[in-house]
């Protein structure tokens, strides 16, 4: 039987595709500065996500920018988002914040037309490389696993090593590709994976989810290349220090991420502890689906929601 976190992302998936919900979140979810979007989401405009970066980085956090978008459906809208991200590291490079940020595949055309979408990569990784970016291509749905490892091994064959790769857990497969990462040398993410995600594909319980995530943080302490163990469950980080620890991996090896507005008491603590920690920063207008995805992980964000909205009458 599904268990209820099941359940309720599912819930959230479908209300995710609701247009009707989403012009209702637009109009109110980041109309003012305590408006219920603004807990995950920096803001609208890269000077708003530049100003959160500022205020991580005083705090001994380093960030790495999201603009976010998903899912364009024509090869004009994949080239006005590959030019907005161009776009983006000029304004980030004077800003004085990390040079790193974080993007989706379908954002740049590959449910369009897969040539495109690698052309399109190419452009805003040459963009990154002339500018010193780090360039970190997020996971999405099981339809685009296979197909996003592969653009990320076609374009590490051609030479760009300023790009790194996500794995979930979640999916039974990341074990044998966080091996395959390893032996490129690759920069992994290893997360638990935040979609819907069908049995057979992907495990469905937390138990399954999380002896997977330990196995894998192990492969990728002992053998990756400077390794991102993204999770907020202070089970999996104690699990990554006592093993880094035990094994004489030095904490300058790896790092923490976190999601922006989430558990910032533990990255503080981290911080505290010497340890490294980045924050994803998520900004811009298509902050809906990524905003109902945090709500699926924890519905309790629910109702901090329906009080910021009854606040703000
Ligand atoms: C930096 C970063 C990048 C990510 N990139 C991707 C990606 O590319 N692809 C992908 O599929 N997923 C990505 N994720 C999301 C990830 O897959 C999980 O869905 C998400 O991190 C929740 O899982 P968890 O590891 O925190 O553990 P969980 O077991 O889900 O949660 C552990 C604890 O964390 C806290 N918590 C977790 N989520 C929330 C929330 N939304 N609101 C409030 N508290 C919460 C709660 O205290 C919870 O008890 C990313 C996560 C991080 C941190």
């Not at 040079?99 to 805003?124: F, M, P, W």
């Not at 976190?258 to 980045?278: C, H, K, P, S």
């Not at 905003?291 to 606040?311: D, T």
Request: with cysteine; glycine share 8%.
């Amino acid at each position: 039987m599904l268990g209820l976190g099941a359940v309720s992302k599912a819930f959230f998936h479908a209300l995710a595709g609701s247009q009707f919900l989403k012009r209702l979140a637009s109009r109110y979810g980041m109309r003012s500065g305590d408006s219920f979007a603004r807990r995950f989401i920096a803001g609208e405009t890269v000077e708003e996500a530049i100003a959160a970066a500022r205020a991580l980085q005083q705090r001994g956090l380093s960030v790495t920018l999201d603009y976010l978008g998903e899912s364009v459906r024509t090869i004009a809208e994949a080239d006005t988002a590959t030019r907005a991200y161009i776009r983006v590291f000029g304004q980030l490079a004077g800003a004085g914040i990390d040079h790193n940020i974080s993007l989706k595949l379908t954002q740049l055309g590959l449910t369009v037309d897969r040539a495109t979408c690698v052309d399109n990569l190419r452009r805003i990784l040459d963009e990154a490389d002339a500018r010193q970016f780090f360039v970190r291509i997020d996971m999405e749905d099981s339809p685009f696993t296979a197909v996003t490892l592969d653009v990320f091994e076609t374009i590490w064959q051609q030479g760009y090593r300023n790009a790194g790769i996500v794995l979930q857990s979640y999916l039974p497969r990341s074990e044998s590709d966080a091996a395959r990462m390893n032996a490129l040398g690759a920069r992994v993410r290893l997360v638990k994976g935040a979609y819907q995600e069908p049995r057979g594909v992907a495990y469905q319980n937390k138990t399954e989810v999380d002896a997977a995530f330990v196995r894998i943080m192990q492969v990728l302490l002992m053998g990756g290349n400077y390794p991102a163990i993204a999770t907020h469950d202070p089970a999996m980080i104690e699990a990554a220090r006592i093993f880094a620890r035990e094994k004489g991996i030095s904490p300058d090896r790896y790092e923490f991420q976190m999601l922006y507005g989430i558990r910032r008491d533990l990255q503080a603590a981290l911080t505290r502890d010497g340890f490294r920690v980045r924050v994803y920063v998520p900004f811009g207008r298509e902050w809906f689906p990524y905003f109902m995805r945090r709500l699926g992980e924890r519905p309790a964000n629910v109702g901090f929601v329906i009080r910021s909205v009854l606040r703000e009458g």
